[in-house]
């Protein structure tokens, strides 16, 4: 039995985005995650692919022909600047309730906030700011980048 279908549990597939005439290339393989969108709709799918055949990739569970693909968004390149942006505009409410409890209850100073404070907190929400747009990086379809799938089956 494993001799009959031993080909289709042991293939290895891998979801390939490349640019034309460049070597610049996105390797996609069975269990990474991925965003995408399709022709005519404006709604992105994400999640894990679960399998790919030759010109289809099943996501969550949904199969999607590569040809009806109109984006591909890579979250990759960007998790630091994502992770430096989020945490930037999170630190911001603890500061905030730390400075007024520290100045309000141990000093008794006011203003309850000082103008220091303020000037650090303005830098980290510029922070946050500034790295929010980059969070991912499109690739049209069609325009010089294509998607297919490679077997890569050894033998």
Sequence with gaps: MVLIFGQDIFAQHILLLEKENSSKR???RVGDDIAFRLYGERTVFRGKIEQLADQIMVVEGQAFELD????VLNY??????QMISKSAFLAIPPMLLFTVLHRGINTGEQPLVDENSLYVMGVFA?????LFPF??????MH???NLRVLDVTPG
């Design 26 to 28: 996105i390797r996609f």
């Design 68 to 71: 009806s693909v109109s984006k």
């Design 76 to 81: 990759k390149p960007f998790a630091a600047t």
């Design 126 to 130: 510029g922070i946050g700011t500034v």
């Design 135 to 140: 969070k991912s990086r499109k690739y049209r």
């Design 143 to 145: 325009k010089n980048w």
